[in-house]
């Protein structure tokens, strides 16, 4: 078996457990918006957010640097 497959494995392992084990539904509150989701579901999001926006954040620095 290659590195590539039994990094993915187990990678794909390690996702599998963490949402078993935040299968808990929690509560967000913010200004007069409210919603209830998984705690697992809950870091996938805030953590695609974070992405898309340090992406974004990356682009226009970089645009900003070559003019």
Do not use: D, P
Request: aromatic residues 14%; proline residues 0%.
């Amino acid at each position: 078996m290659s590195f590539k497959l039994i990094l993915a494995f187990l990678l794909s392992m390690m996702i599998a457990v963490f949402i078993f084990q935040n299968t808990t539904v929690v509560e967000i509150r913010f200004l007069f918006w409210t919603v209830s989701m998984s705690r697992a579901l809950m870091i996938l999001v805030v953590l695609a957010v974070g992405m898309v926006l340090s992406w974004l954040l990356h682009g226009y620095l970089s645009l900003r640097r070559k003019r």
